[in-house]
């Protein structure tokens, strides 16, 4: 069975919850039925299917924030929160 299409918001909606400094808070649900990224109540909430351990989720909420945001996943930097849900990025410039 195909897996259902991942839900993105668009780049505009995440960058208007960055700061200044291109920072963006993000609170991460491994394990997940299906991946996606939803803005609940001005948080970014990352579902992804991957395991927590050995930074699987991490790796995977950087490669969906990627493709949210149109940009390289290598350019998406994690500031905070390596063994935690709660996790902070700093994304690129917008193009």
Do not use: H
């Not at 400094?21 to 991946?35: C, I, K, Q």
């Not at 579902?47 to 927590?52: C, E, S, Y």
């Amino acid at each position: 069975m195909a897996r259902p299409k991942t839900e993105l918001p668009s780049a505009s909606a995440l960058w208007s919850l960055a700061d200044a400094d291109r920072r963006l808070s993000v609170r991460v649900t491994p394990g997940a039925r299906s991946e996606g990224i939803e803005i609940v109540s001005g948080r970014v909430i990352v579902k992804v299917r991957a395991k927590p351990e050995d930074g699987k989720a991490t790796a995977a909420a950087v490669e969906l924030l990627g493709q949210a945001l149109a940009t390289s996943p290598s350019g998406i930097v994690l500031l905070r929160g390596a063994t935690s849900r709660e996790k902070l990025f700093r994304i690129p410039p917008a193009a």
